[in-house]
């Protein structure tokens, strides 16, 4: 048996995040977190990034996570800090993004009475974590960080929440080590039956239009190389989710687009002609398929999902597969013979659509913006989108073609998300660049990091589209609500002396032919740098289908009474 | 079709489990019927039973995410009529004397219940069976004078559902 030590609980903290690989930590302290922060700076392998708000630290733990696949790691204190986590945890917990939350807590012999700064941070992160959990006595401090990494990372990954009070923080506790675990795991899981490759492998031999629906869980899997082999050997074009954005080349003869709400009509039709779906690692989110009831209803579904709780749970499957998608696919794919499906495919494309010239009416066009940006840097950049008409142009417009380059927040859906995020995937691959792209409204949840950026030397690119409006709530007023933007027109600061105010470099961009230069300019920026492009007031995302309509139910333009005299 | 399902979860003999258990079912918004919570036979184990009102398919996923509940060792559905369905009630009643009294212990004879406790403050009273039985029982006992009635709330054995309702979604409202 290893030899003891005694460390405090704060000691002992820094010490269990080392030995579980963490090297950089996102937080801000407070008073019940306090011993940590004073034990921190004895533990140089451990970089501390001093955010300006928690929720921040949060996203760029998942950020971090989601770019470098280990558990990214926040910090704060009771009450507010705790509290100020909550959104970017229930952001890492629908996207299944592996976060580990340490909170102080207020001492046990507080707890219960109100003390200054005293919440229940467990019990109001229990529905958007995997694990919420008190650490309640010195003894079982060690343990329970440990196994909040196992829990963070394994299975189907999510947020952890390891709540510690300040008096265990304070304690004198033995440790002998990583290896010398007490606790036992219990993790039930599902005693799954065997996968049946053999009807999976049956229903794709006989189908004459199948489609591939890749997700996250390809990403989250590493199963990038195993999608792909299956895919041409089995000739089926493949679709990919918003999450599921960058786990299949964008320039491969089957990728077709993303499905659903804002999806491209052909990659529509394609899944309302389709006879078969393999789904792998999606979970059928109803901005995949609108209304389930028109959804595919001629296709059967495979669903290859590592989670056996969403089979079935939104459309009818008629064979699951359930496991890790790396390695079911080349099982499944070892059981079929080369296909070509040409046939099938120049279908699905006779239906793709030439975008209007005058597409986003003056201003500036995304696609150009986005076209430059993937120009510039060659296609090697990580583009971190917000939440928002953006979202949805970098989701569609980006050629991406390396793996797992696209980053948002997809289930949660949560604005603000981009700029602090990015910090997080920066740090993850701090040799390539960095785009954080925001709207005018979802940046302004979040821009005091940009003092994060210059304090902590964090290259991150910022990109604003500023139309001036919530631009998709706008969208959607303008479609279903005749035209009443309520509360939608957004002011915004002059952005160019706000980054100034930052001491960083910032430009405005209002003509396509200072796209380039401005982009250029901000990459050769030895730090971090700001570029508002002002688009077009109205401009819209097409195509889309209509909350509660069918994938066939597209609009491709404005409706005619909502349009402007 | 929506039906009556019988939950049975085995989990830790921790507040917080029980806390994300409980949470876990009020957000899928079932109906519910009767949540009974006691110790499960093994020690540090607690046993939580509810009858929820769904589909088989949408049942089978309600326990596979208890089951990815940490703290949960085990979780299963059956449906109702598929499983043994039990409820004890424990009756304090008025003190009674002479004739009413040789009325009570036939009454409670009719229903196989015992006494467990008597003095000059009254009597106490327990009878198992299905719900409907003891609350018939109870009913009955009703003239002599109850001063408590304490369910324990339907208690089950049940057998488990076959796999394959898991591939088959509940109908869904269009949002």
């Known amino acids: ?565 | 079709m929506s039906d009556w399902h019988a939950l049975t979860v085995l989990m830790d003999d921790k507040l917080v489990t029980l806390n994300a258990a409980v949470g876990l079912l009020r957000r899928r918004n079932l109906p519910i019927r009767n949540v009974t919570v006691g110790p499960a036979l093994a020690d540090g184990t607690t046993r939580l039973f509810a009858m929820i009102e769904t589909d088989g398919g949408t049942a089978h996923r309600i326990a596979e995410l208890f089951r990815k509940v940490i703290g949960v060792q085990d979780a299963r559905v059956a449906p109702a009529d598929e499983a043994v369905l039990r409820e004890a009630v424990l009756v304090r009643l008025k003190p009674a004397g002479g004739d009413a009294y040789a009325e009570l212990l036939d009454v409670l004879g009719l229903y196989h219940a015992s006494v467990v406790e008597e003095s000059p403050d009254g009597l106490v009273a327990e009878v198992s069976g299905p719900a409907s039985f003891v609350l018939s029982c109870v009913r009955a006992l009703e003239r002599f004078g109850l001063l408590d009635v304490a369910r324990s709330g339907t208690l089950a054995v049940d057998r488990p559902v076959p796999g394959p309702a898991i591939t088959q979604p509940s109908e869904m409202p269009v949002s």
């Not at chain 1, 986003?360 to 066009?365: F, M, N, V």
């Not at chain 1, 603000?416 to 701090?430: H, N, Q």
């Open chain 1, 1 to 565: 048996m290893s030899e003891s030590h005694v460390y405090s609980g704060a000691h002992l903290t820094c010490k269990v995040l080392l030995e579980e690989g963490v090297d950089v930590v996102f937080g801000y302290p407070g008073g019940a977190i306090m011993p940590f922060y004073h034990a921190l700076p004895e533990f140089p392998g451990l970089r501390h990034v001093l955010v300006r708000h928690e929720q921040a630290a949060a996203h760029a733990a998942d950020g971090y996570a989601r770019a470098s696949g280990r558990p990214g790691v926040c910090v704060a204190t009771s009450g507010p800090g705790a509290t100020n986590l909550v959104t970017g945890l229930a952001t890492a917990y629908m996207d299944n993004s592996p976060v580990v939350a340490i909170t102080g807590q207020v001492s046990r012999a507080m707890m219960g009475r109100d003390a200054f700064q005293e919440t229940d941070i467990v019990g109001i992160t229990l529905p958007i974590t995997k694990w919420s959990v008190l650490v309640e006595r010195p003894e079982d401090l060690a343990d329970v960080l440990h196994e909040a990494f196992h829990v963070a990372r394994s299975g189907r990954p999510g947020p952890v929440l390891v709540d510690i009070p300040k008096d265990i923080q304070n304690s004198r506790i033995e440790y002998r080590g990583a290896g010398a675990r007490t606790a036992e795991r219990r993790h039930p899981g599902r005693a799954a039956g065997a996968p049946d490759f053999e009807a999976a492998a049956r229903l794709i031999e006989q189908a004459e239009r199948p489609l591939i629906l890749a997700g996250h869980g390809v990403i989250l899997g590493e199963a990038m190389d195993e999608l792909r082999a299956f895919a041409e050997r089995s000739g089926i074009p493949v679709i990919t989710t918003l999450l599921g954005i960058s786990g299949f080349p964008e320039d491969h003869p089957l990728h077709l687009g993303m499905p659903g709400m804002h999806g491209e009509v052909h990659v529509n039709r394609a899944i309302q002609h389709a006879d078969l779906l393999v789904a792998v690692g999606m979970r059928f989110d109803d901005r995949v398929t609108g209304n389930t009831a028109g959804f595919a209803r001629h296709a059967k579904v495979i669903h290859l999902e590592l989670d056996p709780s969403e089979i079935g749970k939104n459309v009818p499957v008629d064979v699951p597969l359930v496991g890790d998608a790396k390695v079911l696919l080349p099982h499944l794919a070892a059981r079929l013979r080369p296909r070509r499906r040409d046939e099938w495919k120049a279908e699905i494309h006779a239906q793709q659509r030439e975008k209007p010239a005058d597409h986003y009416r003056g201003g500036l066009s995304p696609e150009t913006i986005l076209q430059s940006l993937h120009d510039s840097t060659g296609g090697r950049v990580n583009v971190v989108a917000d939440v928002g008409q953006h979202q949805m142009w970098v989701a569609k417009l980006f050629p991406y073609r390396r793996p797992n380059q696209h980053f948002s927040s997809g289930g949660l859906g949560s604005m603000g998300f981009a700029v602090p995020a990015a910090m997080g995937v920066w740090l993850a691959r701090p040799d390539e660049p960095v785009w954080a792209i925001s709207g005018d409204g979802g940046f302004q949840m979040n821009m005091q990091e940009i003092a994060t950026m210059r304090q902590e030397r964090l290259p991150v690119k910022l990109a604003i589209f500023n139309n001036g409006y919530l631009g998709m709530v706008r969208q959607w007023q303008q479609f279903f609500h005749g035209r009443r933007y309520s509360q939608t027109p957004i002011w915004s600061p002059d952005y160019v002396k706000l980054a100034d105010a930052y001491g960083i470099p910032g430009w405005r961009v209002e003509a396509s032919d200072e796209i380039a230069g401005a982009i250029d300019a901000a990459l050769r920026t030895d730090g971090p740098a700001l570029v508002e492009f002002v688009i077009e007031q109205e401009a819209n995302v097409f195509p889309m289908i209509p909350p509660g309509a069918t994938l066939s139910d597209v609009i491709e333009s404005a409706p005619a009474e909502s349009v402007s005299a």
